[in-house]
């Protein structure tokens, strides 16, 4: 069974600059997660999908960041304009059911270095 | 909303040892689930073993074990003969079962570097 799927795994841009991340979820996974995890500390939960809905979008911000998951399958996250606190790696994770004991399972990742 | 910590930054254990990495958490809810995640170099997420608070016997996966107390908020992951290739970042983690809508990720701590000494 192929896992998710992350794409790029590492990026570099400058500030004010902007850029996307790309990820595709187990095959038949429901629900999807991004979750940023800033040097040094736990991921820290940005939004949820549940098939292509949002469930939550609460840590997000929305004034730069923005998300979506086009037929309720592949997602990508989007940073404009990027700011250098936005450094970070950004874990993408999905599971199969949304409530209920289901595990997530995570991709590898992508690290995002602003200058 | 609900908090983990893990006061513990770094451990370090010789290989074969046994090693415990501490976690507590706050919550208000009664029904939860709680989880021990290993993250290698890869950056990738690997579920080690979980919890489901309802449950008064301890998990165990193989070397890896639980000490879940529910009274006291705290739930610490015993390691036995260690091996060189459990080095790696291991985060203690938090998903509530809630009644009504809302998200259901996960709340993590901030982690522990664990090093195995040869």
């Known amino acids: 069974e192929a896992g998710v799927a992350q794409s790029p795994r590492y990026k570099i841009i400058e500030k004010r600059q902007s850029v996307a991340f790309w990820c595709n979820p187990i095959?038949?996974?429901?629900?999807l997660y991004w979750y940023q995890q800033i040097l040094g500390q736990g991921p820290k939960l940005l939004i949820q999908?549940?098939?292509?809905?949002?469930?939550?979008d609460s840590q997000l911000p929305k004034d730069r960041f923005s998300a979506e998951r086009l037929k309720g399958v592949d997602s990508t996250l989007k940073i404009q304009p990027a700011k250098l606190e936005d450094s970070a790696v950004y874990l993408c994770?999905?599971?199969?059911?949304?409530?209920?004991?289901?595990?997530?399972?995570f991709g590898q990742g992508t690290r995002l270095t602003v200058v | 909303a609900q908090t983990v910590t893990q006061s513990q930054p770094e451990m370090s254990v010789q290989e074969a040892e046994t090693v415990t990495l501490s976690c507590t958490y706050d919550?208000?809810?009664?029904?939860?689930?709680l989880f021990w995640y290993k993250q290698p170099p890869s950056r990738q997420m690997i579920l080690v073993i979980r919890?489901?608070?309802?449950?008064?016997q301890n998990a165990t996966e193989n070397r890896f074990s639980v000490n879940f107390q529910k009274a006291a908020k705290s739930f610490s992951l015993k390691i036995s003969d260690s091996q060189l290739g459990d080095a790696a970042m291991y985060f203690c983690?938090?998903?509530?079962?809630?009644?009504?809508?809302?998200?259901?990720?996960?709340?993590f701590g901030k982690g522990t570097h664990l090093i195995i000494q040869p």
């Open positions: 994770a999905s599971s199969l059911r949304y409530r209920g004991y289901t595990e997530a399972f």
């Open positions: 095959s038949g996974h429901a629900t």
């Open positions: 999908f549940q098939n292509n809905g949002v469930v939550d």
């Open positions: 919550t208000s809810e009664s029904d939860y689930y």
């Open positions: 919890q489901e608070a309802y449950k008064q």
């Open positions: 983690a938090y998903r509530g079962l809630y009644s009504g809508g809302g998200a259901d990720g996960l709340t």
